[in-house]
């Protein structure tokens, strides 16, 4: 069904397929004040130093030991949360058992894990433009899986719009999108994969400082657990590399803090 003819069924679905958003219209100033307010209000309310409160537990996967040399694969996309057709095509690619790539020998199998990196509702973060823009296109393409992958998530600059009350509702919550399921507690987090690999997300809010209380989980979480030979995949939502690329000294001064 066309994205036109699935908006009729918003009731049934409990969603509404959107179109792109439409950066240049006039209507999309609003965004920019949402920028404007959440870089003034952030710097007084800000919900990273909040988050101490929650669970810091370490997050697993698999759940069960794997066998020395099996692989472990995990999928990742980002900047997601824009129109029904785009959404949706990604997120049906991510939900196939397996996918068949040109070049590529052997079918690729669907990840144990998906990475959500950044952006994941455009162009301001709010609950219903998460239901609309990604939990339900996520839901249609993926409705249940058993077992169910994990799913992580990194907060962008327009998850933040709403000062990050939207994404911490949706996705800290041990709620299932779909046939994902969620486990983090924080808009951080640390996940120990087998064979001595660990992967931490991290929430430089809006490129600004890392909080306190996030370098205190990762030592707690991953540098007191770290043994000799592991290796670390650290994601952020901003890509540093590019801006420094372009000229940016200072691009890159929150992931060396870090």
Known sequence: MKREELAQHGTELNFVPQDAVRWLAPSELRTMVSSILS????????????????????????STPMA???????????????????????????????????????????????????????????SRAYEDRMVGPYRSA????????????LPGNHDWYDGLTAFLRLFTQGRSIGGWRTEQKRSYWTVK?????WMVGLDSQLDSYFDDPQLTYFEETLTAN??????????AATPAWLKAASGEPDAFNGLEWF
């Not at 409160?53 to 997050?59: M, T, Y």
């Not at 994969?193 to 690999?197: D, F």
């Open 68 to 126: 020395p040399g099996e692989d472990f694969w995990f999928d990742y996309t980002a900047d997601i949360g824009d129109g029904f057709d785009a959404t949706y095509t990604v997120a049906a690619l991510l939900a196939e058992e397996q996918l068949t790539v040109a070049d590529v020998s052997a079918p690729l199998p669907r990840g144990s894990m998906l990475v959500l990196g950044g952006d994941q509702v455009y162009p301001t973060a709010s």
């Open 142 to 153: 993926l409705p249940q899986a058993d077992p169910q992958p994990l799913m992580v998530v």
């Open 226 to 235: 770290l043994a000799d030979g592991d290796s670390v995949i650290v994601c």
């Open 193 to 197: 994969l087998p064979h001595g690999w």
């Open 39 to 62: 870089e003034i209000f952030g710097n007084y309310a800000d919900k990273r130093e909040l988050q101490k409160v929650f669970d810091s537990a370490i997050i697993e996967v698999p």
